[in-house]
């Protein structure tokens, strides 16, 4: 069986002109001289590498559709017709209290100091791509408002086209940061958090130092990666002088836009978009437990970590190091990923999946249990979107895991909020929507809601933000519905017990028992009398 056609996917723009193709290389079967299109080989032969791209860049987000064998639905959620677990205290569970409208699914996470959120989900990191700066102020207000943790990606300093830098190459004055930051702490009520990403341009250009001391921030995020790609962050740009301007920063730009043969084919109109890379990190024990000091000593309470789907052995790195360095919160992203600028070749075909990722992580969590080791908070991402497989992420990963990182799934209701207000303004509201209605207290269902707790300040919240806000209202809804029935009224009393597998090797995998074993036991007991 093939998990993925290649050579075709409309991610990339690309088709097969024959209904049969080869499973292996997704070449059509009867490949015809004068073929008109529009395979990936064929769109390659005149767009070289302009095919490894989802597009139009800034426009889109891209998620792969790899098919693996073993994923979040292959586990099933158990209901039970007995039991309350995770009331407050001193509460005697009857009908009449364990209501599932009553169910707190909020979660926490740090070594020392806690950071509360409403709703155990998190934003991915939004950093330096066209889509994340244009839809910055929806998606900020509307973390702020939902009461999760919004994280600002990497480069966001480094691509900031008002960027000033001292004699030293380091960060005095970034606008675009500035505005980042503030647009999120404008709605913070005490839940959830903004903290800024760095990678190794991040570290050169002294980000750190800028956020810290400009704003104060308390949380910094350490980045070895993501389940998207296994090489740096990458954004495009279309105009020459801002490549060159990218180059002279310090970035890596590809083409290499100072060769003379490159600027005479992007006059030439071939040459259309230029790739800023980021560099590859090199990780050592000694330089992170390093690097971790030196970020507390500049001030920030709360450092974290966000890996990618690498091998086996990043992964145990990843969780010793973070162990010994008292990480707050341990984010680890499994394939495949979904991004908005990433190779397709590699969202597809790189990383160990998030099912398998999570299963790993488990297992060394205990194992570093049974040395004496404190094992860090826990999160998880990569390909959720629902609070079914969040609530089955949680309880697999239980009790290490407090909260499923969310990267186009948070993403879509803030575009959704957004182009529902400019269809508004237009007068071209689209079926899907005018059939609710045909203004925004009539559109959005928490509206009213909001008006009621902000008064005037609702026109200060755009409704990309509602967007976001309606939809962590739902994920609650639907999580107090999933966690009521499988008898947990808080998150903290959710174990591996609710759930089971429903393929032998789904259980092989995650150690959660078949279906056909789960409660085997406990069920020949009460048979037994």
């Known amino acids: 069986m093939n998990l993925r056609q290649p050579n075709a996917n409309e991610a990339v723009h690309t088709s097969n002109r024959s209904r049969n193709v080869a499973p292996v290389s997704g070449i059509c079967t009867r490949c015809v001289d004068g073929c008109k299109g529009n395979c990936e080989i064929w769109l390659s032969s005149f767009r070289g590498r302009e095919v490894l791209y989802p597009g139009p860049f800034g426009e889109i987000t891209a998620g792969a559709d790899k098919n693996y064998p073993v994923d979040y639905s292959h ?38 100091i806690k950071v509360p959120m409403k ?3 998190f934003t991915g990191a939004l950093g330096s791509t066209e889509i994340a700066r244009a839809n910055w102020e929806h998606f900020a207000v509307g973390a702020a408002i939902s009461g999760i943790t ?15 830098l001292d004699s030293n190459h380091k960060v005095v004055e970034s606008p675009e940061m500035d505005r980042r930051i503030n647009t999120y702490k404008k709605f913070h009520e005490g839940y959830g958090e903004i903290l800024v990403q760095m990678n190794v341009e991040d570290t050169r250009l002294g980000t750190a130092e800028y956020v810290s001391a400009k704003h104060e921030l308390e949380t910094l995020e350490l980045k070895w990666g993501q389940g998207a790609k296994c090489i740096g962050g990458e954004i495009k740009v279309s105009a020459l002088e801002r490549a060159l301007e990218l180059k002279r920063r310090g970035y890596i730009v590809l083409p290499d836009p100072t060769r003379a043969d490159i600027q005479a084919a992007y006059r030439d109109g071939a040459i259309k978009e230029f790739e800023r890379h980021s560099r590859l990190g090199f990780v050592s024990k000694e330089g992170f437990l390093e690097e971790v ?8 309470k709360r450092v974290t970590l966000k890996t990618g789907a690498y091998s086996m052995k990043e992964l145990a790195m990843a969780m010793r190091y973070c162990a010994e360095a008292k990480i707050d919160l341990l984010t680890i992203d499994g394939a495949p990923g979904g991004t908005g600028m990433s190779p397709w070749p590699m969202m597809n075909e790189w990383g160990i999946p998030t099912f398998y990722l999570q299963s790993l992580t488990y297992e060394f969590a205990q194992e570093l249990e049974k040395k004496g080791l404190r ?8 390909g959720f979107g629902d609070e079914a497989n969040a609530f089955k992420a949680l309880a697999m990963g239980a009790p290490y895991f407090k909260a499923v990182c969310m990267g186009r799934g948070l993403m879509i209701p803030g575009m959704v909020g957004k182009n529902i207000g400019k269809w508004l303004e237009k007068g071209e509201l689209p079926k899907t929507v005018s059939k609710y209605g045909t203004t925004v207290e009539e559109i959005f269902v928490t509206y009213e809601e909001l008006k009621e707790k902000y008064g005037e300040r609702i026109n200060e919240i755009p409704l990309g933000a509602i967007g976001i806000y309606t939809y962590a209202q739902r994920f609650k809804t639907g999580m ?14 959710v174990s591996r017990k609710d759930v089971f597998s429903l393929t032998e090797e789904a259980a092989k995998i995650s150690g959660i028992p078949y279906v056909m074993d789960s409660y085997r036991s406990e069920a020949y007991e009460i048979l037994d009398g």
Not at 480 to 493: K, T
Request: hydrophobic letters at 40%; one cysteine or more.
């Open 75 to 112: 586990l099933n959620i158990h209901g039970y017709a007995v039991g309350a677990n995770g009331l407050p205290e001193g509460v005697e569970a009857n009908p009449d209290t364990a209501v599932f409208d009553d169910v707190n699914v909020g979660t926490e996470y740090g070594w020392d």
């Open 119 to 121: 709703v155990p989900i």
């Open 150 to 164: 919004l994280v600002c990606g990497e480069n966001v300093c480094g691509v900031d086209p008002q960027l000033k």
């Open 293 to 300: 000091d030196r970020l507390r000593d500049i001030g920030f």
């Open 375 to 382: 094992v860090p908070d826990l999160a998880i991402a990569g």
């Open 480 to 493: 107090q519905q999933i966690m009521a029935g499988s008898r947990n009224f808080s998150l903290s009393s």
